[in-house]
C-alpha cells in the first residue's frame, strides 16, 4: 500500500513542513520505498517530481525539503508497489490534460478485475491499476460533459459517482486536482485538518520538527492538509467515512 | 527568441556537460532569462522540470547540473519570451500523451496567424503559439494514424508534412521525442553533432569547462547533440539546412 498527501490553500503556501514529514515514510519510519512523486500547481501549470527512488535517499526529495515552492494544490504520493514494477512511469501522481488544464492525480490502494474500455483518448503509460483508473475517470468526464468544463458541483456530482464504481472494484482511496479545487475519495483510510487563524505550533509524529505556523502565515490563510495517516502528534485530524468524497476549495472543505 | 538543447543516444548518458554550457545562456552569456525546462525520458517515464526563473538562477537547475540524470531522450529549452507571458505554463518543454507514450515538444520561433481549430483531444494550457502548435501535431497524426502508433518511417513522413505545414506561419524550429527516437525540424537555426569512438576532449564555449568523453563513455557508446547553436569551440557542429527535419535513434541521424 502506498501513502497520499494532499494541499489545497487559499494562498500559494509551501509544503516543506508536512512533506518533511511525510518523505520520512518513505524508507525510514515507513516502508513505502518503491517511488515517489509530488504535483505543484502554480497558475495554470504544474510542476511534476517523480522519483523511483526512495524518498529519503532521492535528491529530488531533498530539493524540495529545501526550496519552498508555494501553491494552492500539491498532491503527493510514497509508493510501496503492489501493481507494476518499481520504474519511473508507474510513480504516482500522474499528470494529464483535460479541458485545457493539466489534472493531476495519486491512488492508494488495489483494485481488481477493473478493466474498462478505454476509447484511446486517455491511455496507460506504465501498468498500474492506478493510471488506468485516472484515464478512465478524464474519459468518463470528458464523454459526460464534452469539450467544455462543467461548474464545480456538476464536477463532483460526476466525480462521486465515478469514484464509487471505481471504488467497487477495491481500495480506492485518491487525491485529484485541476489547479481550483481537491477531491479527495475514502475507501479506507484518509484524514485531513483544516489549519487557520489563530494558528498553533504543530509537532511532526515521525521527525523531530515543529514550526509554529503563526510567524508564516497572515490570519487570513487557510490550509488544509490531507493525509493518508496523520503527520502531526498534538493536533485534531478529521477521519474521512468510507466511501466518503469531499472537495477542498480555498483550504477548506466544500458541501457539493 | 528562445534556445533549444536535445540528446539522443544509444545508452543512457547525462547531459549535465551541454546542459551546463546551454544553461549559462539563460541569463548569463545569452539574454534567454524569462524560463526554461528540461524533460529526460526513463524507460517510458518522463522527468519534466520546468521553472520561470532564468536557468541562471533557477534552484532547480542546479539539481540537474549537480546530479547526473542518465536518458536516452532530453529535450531542453530557454525562454525568451515573445508570445505568451512568462507563467510556468508557457515553460518548454511541453508533455502529452498519445498513444500510451509520452510526448515531449519544444519550440523556438514565432508563428503568424497560425490558428487551425483544435477538436479538444489535445487543448493548450497556456498562451504560447509553440504549445498551440503542439496541440495541432499530436491532434493531426491520431486523426492519420487513430489510436495506434505507426512506425518510425510512417511517423517520420507525416512529421515532415506538418512540420512543413507549421513552419509556413513563421519559424518552427522544433524538437519532439516519444521516447524512441528525437525528431528535430530546422526553420532558422539548429545544429548537431554526433560523438563517438574514438572519443575526444571537448571545451564549452559558455563555460571554463572541458571534458574528455573517453573517460566517461565506452567504445560503443554513441551520443547525438542538437542545439541552437554549437555548445563547444574544439568540435566541428553540422548546420541544419532551412526545412530540414532529422530523425535520431540510438544516437544517430537515421535516413527516414
Not at 101 to 125: S, T
Not at 137 to 153: A, I, M, N
Request: overall charge negative; hydrophobic content about 40%.
Amino acid at each position: 500500500m502506498c501513502q497520499l498527501l494532499g494541499m489545497n490553500c487559499n494562498v500559494p503556501t509551501d509544503i516543506v513542513f508536512s512533506f518533511t514529514g511525510f518523505s520520512t515514510r518513505g524508507g525510514r519510519t515507513g516502508e513505502h520505498a518503491d517511488g515517489w512523486g509530488i504535483a505543484f500547481f502554480e497558475g495554470a501549470g504544474v510542476r511534476h517530481f517523480v522519483d523511483y527512488e526512495s524518498a529519503v535517499a532521492s535528491p529530488v526529495a531533498e530539493l524540495i525539503k529545501r526550496y519552498p515552492i508555494k501553491s494552492k494544490n500539491v498532491i503527493a504520493h510514497i509508493r510501496k508497489a503492489t501493481q507494476g514494477r518499481i520504474a519511473l512511469e508507474n510513480c504516482h501522481p500522474f499528470v494529464r490534460e483535460l479541458w485545457g488544464r493539466y489534472w493531476v492525480f495519486a491512488h492508494n490502494g488495489d483494485l481488481k478485475d477493473f478493466a474498462p474500455a478505454l476509447d484511446g483518448a486517455f491511455r496507460r503509460v506504465g501498468t498500474t491499476d492506478s493510471e488506468y483508473a485516472f484515464c478512465y475517470l478524464l474519459q468518463q468526464l470528458r464523454r459526460r460533459f464534452g469539450d467544455t468544463s462543467p461548474e464545480l458541483p456538476e464536477l463532483a456530482v460526476a466525480l462521486r459517482e465515478l469514484c464509487a464504481e471505481i471504488a467497487a472494484h477495491g481500495t480506492f482511496n485518491i487525491m485529484l486536482s485541476d489547479g481550483r479545487a481537491l477531491f479527495a475519495h475514502c475507501s479506507t483510510n484518509l484524514h485531513y485538518i483544516v489549519r487557520q487563524h489563530p494558528f498553533a505550533t504543530a509537532q511532526l509524529s515521525d521527525e523531530d520538527m515543529k514550526v509554529n505556523f503563526a510567524d508564516v502565515t497572515t490570519p487570513n490563510d487557510r490550509v488544509a492538509v490531507i493525509v493518508t495517516e496523520p503527520l502531526t502528534k498534538n493536533e485534531t485530524w478529521t477521519a474521512f467515512g468510507a466511501g466518503e468524497m469531499i472537495v477542498f476549495v480555498e483550504g477548506a472543505p466544500v458541501a457539493l
